[in-house]
Each structure stands twice: as structure tokens, then as C-alpha cells.
């Protein structure tokens, strides 16, 4: 768990992204990557911050190829990486000015419709382009080998015979309506076929034309996460290539383009270093006692870097700018199990390690607990409050599965110390929490180095009541790692040389210094 626990999380206004900005990310990515670029870029007075090149001006046509390269960049990292990406429908908000001047001008076009089909004799001139564009769309839900229903559809819309049908007052719009409906429930999906019932149970014509198109606005976004959920297994092979494309187009035009990602490795160097020097004895204090770093292990050690991250006073790593959500929420993720884990253990350590193999107890403790510390990190959370809570009800858990199972009650005192044994997790120095996240920092640190082996790290002990649910962040996480890893390699292989070749340089004249 992270040792500062005023550090908001990602749900706060400042710092993280909230649920509106995830959902931006989706459906403007260009928009939300210039939001995070904003947020990052540091303030001038930050005295420890790269210094900026001088300004260069771009031109309209530059700033609009690099937007275009940016949106598609994203795109196709969020439909590899996210695998249930989905498109959805465009919610506006309730009362803004853009959802008014949609409905008012929908409301004028239908209105429109309908005086024209009240006219005597009936105008159906409006109509007619309807039934065009529906056919279009019809047509564009076929495959190639489609040719029947193809056919079906050009000939029962064909826009020629259904205005002479019109100028001779013989056209019969229910009867096109009824095909309509018919050809929308064979290529719809099957999620849709309530929505195509309750088509049929309309009879008025222009409410009816309404729900027709609202409808296909459904299959057409049907179709296209079809697209995407059929193009994915191929874009993975190919995305690789072409996000380090996009990013090396975009480097050409930024200025001290990878100044984040230097002082992001930077810090995971001196942080390995740090680590050694201990090893080494107190007396090992110059760069000559220093052993060599594996450009791996500094990897590694920044990747671990980033579920400890500050969001509010660090600007985030270029290469990983992409991610930012998904590693919030991971570090919110971890911090939760750090505390479930913490809880669990000073449970069984007082109530005995018995409880945790009854069936279902286990299990019901972390669900109560995970509801609980819904919010961690907002700050309207209050941590202490939580865990007073949470210690209640652990402790009537407790006491009722002791009492079920024939076990020595729990005494009062026993209840006493438990209680405040969980509700002194809010302290950030508290050790057991210290030791949970120490331990949970290492498995996955194993994770990242077992690379592709199928070999699963052993669990830590103290970690066994949230192993499962430190496996499956694991796997989530190592999976977003080394998938970025295989995009930005030759820039993470570039830098690192620079800073372990000086480093090298300076273990090498102290040497020749003690020599």
C-alpha cells in the first residue's frame, strides 16, 4: 500500500481521471491524450524540471497531421490492449446546449414528415429519401456472399417503381414498412430482437420511421464492434510496428521529446542502486563499489515505479502516457489488497488460522471488505471511519462462525484487541501493512522477471487469504508491461545506455582512483 495516504487516487478531480474521462478516452482519444499532455507538462517554475528548447512554430496542416496521428495511435493501442472495447452510442448531457439543438432540429424534421404525409393528397417526397437511406444502410450490414438478400433489397426498395407508385397514389408505405422490419430482424443481432418486436407493434407511420432509424443506429454500431472484435487478432501482430511508428513521428516534432521517461529510468537506476549499496557493507559508499545495473532489472524496477506514482506532483512517463488510467487503477487495486491482506491477517492471527479454511468465510470477509473500501483514495474517504467499520464486522463474522462451528468463543477481550488491531492499519507506518505491500511488491517484481514463463511465481507468505486476486492483477499487469516494453524498447534501450554507460564511466575512474 502506498505509504502516503493522503496521495489521492485516480478518482480524484486532480489528480486521476474521473469516469467521464475514462469514457473521453473512448470516445475522443485525441481530445483526452491533449488532456493528459496538459496535465503533465510541468510548470516553469518547477526548478527540477528538464529545460524546454526554444519555442518552434508549426503550421495548421502540421498540427492537424499530428492530431490525426495521435487519435489513430490511440485507437488502435486501446483495441489492442483493451479487450472489451466497445463503441458506444454518443450520451449528451441533460440540458446542455448541443442536446437542445438536436432535438429541436429532429423534432422540426419529423414534424416536417408528418405534414407532408397529412397533405391531400400525401407527399411522399420526404418519405422516399428515408426509404433510400434505409435501404443504404440495409445494404451495407451484407457480406459479399450475400447475393440473395442483396437482391430482396433492391428490388422490394427500388426507389424508381416506389415513386411511380407514389405519383399514381398506389404506394402502400405499411407494406415497405413491414419488409423493412423483416429485413432488419434477419441481419440484426440477436440482442436486438426485442427491439425489432417492438417495432412491429408500431403502426403510425413517422413514429414509426423514428424507432426504424434509432434502431439502425444500434446495428450500425453492432456492426462496427463486430469489425473490431474481428480485426483484433490481426491488429495485435501488426500493432507493435505501427504504434512505434506513430510515436517516432510524433518524437521527430516534440522538443526534449523523452525528458519524463529519462528521469523515470533515472530514478529506478538510483533506486537499484540504493538497494546494493547495503549489501555492500557501510564502508561502501563510492561509485567503485557500485556493481554494474541489468538494463532489465532497472525496466522492471521503473515499471514497478508506476503503482506508486504521484499523479499529482510527477508528470507521467511519455511512453506509458497512454496507459496513465489503466496504472491508477491498478495502484488503487493494489492498495485495496494490501489492506483486505493486512485485515485478514490480524484476523486469523487472533481468531486462529482454523477460520481460514472453513468454506465461504474467507470469501465472505473480503467481499464485505472490498464493499467497505469502495472510494479509497476519493477525498470525501475517510480510511479510519472504514476501518472502524470494517472491524465490526469482522469481529460479528468472527463470533458467529466460532459459535456455528463448535470453536471456543470469542472473547471480549479478544474482540478488543482485534478492533484495534484493524483500525491502526490507518496509521501509514503501520508494519503489517509495510509488510503486505513489501511482499506483494516482491511477487510481482518475480512476475515481471519470469517474463514469459509459464511458471507462476510462489506466493510470499502472509499473502495466501489474496493470492488469487494478486494473480489476476499480475497477470493483467505484466501483461500491459510487456506489451509496452515490446513498442519502446529501442527507446528505453537508448536512454538506459546513456545513463548506465556513465555510470560505468564513474564506477571505472573510481576504481582506477583506489587503484
Known sequence: MSQDQDRPGRSERNTGESEDDQQDTLDNPEQSVRKKIRQNTPSPSKGNMPQASPPQFVSVEELMETAKGVTNMVLAHEIVVNGGFQIKPTELPENSLEKRVRDIVHKAFWDCLEAQLKEDPPSYDHAIKLVGEIKEALLSFLLPGHTRLRNQITEALDLELIKQEAENGALDISKLAEFIIGMMGTLCAPARDEEIKKLKEIHEIVPLFRAIFSVLDLMKMDMANFAVSSIRPHLMQQSVEYERKKFQELYEKQPNPLAFVT??????????????????????????????????AVQNQAYLKLLRWDHLQKPFPETVLMDQTRFQEMQLE?????????????????????????????????????????????????????????????????????????????TLEKETVLKGQIQALANPDNSICKLIDSRSQIFLESYLASGYQKSVPAIPGGLGPIQRELEEMAVKYVRLVNYNKMVFSPYYDAVLSNILNKEETARLRGKLEDN
Not at 533515472?266 to 538494463?295: F, I, M, N, W, Y
Not at 465490526?392 to 462451528?405: D, F, I, M, T, W
Open 263 to 296: 528521469e523515470w529510468l533515472q530514478e529506478a537506476a538510483d533506486d537499484l542502486r540504493s538497494k546494493a549499496l547495503p549489501a555492500l557493507g557501510d564502508g561502501a559508499t563510492c561509485p567503485s563499489g557500485t556493481p554494474a545495473l541489468c538494463p532489465l
Open 334 to 410: 493494489l492498495d485495496q489488497l494490501i489492506l483486505t491482506g493486512a485485515v485478514l491477517l490480524v484476523t486469523f492471527n487472533a481468531a486462529g488460522t482454523a477460520l481460514s479454511g472453513l468454506p465461504g468465510f474467507t470469501g465472505n470477509l473480503k467481499t464485505a471488505i472490498r464493499v467497505l473500501l469502495t472510494g479509497l483514495r476519493l477525498p470525501s474517504f475517510n480510511l479510519t471511519e472504514a476501518l472502524a467499520t470494517i472491524s465490526e464486522k469482522v469481529c460479528a463474522e468472527v463470533k458467529g462462525c466460532l459459535s456455528q462451528h463448535g470453536f471456543t468463543p470469542f
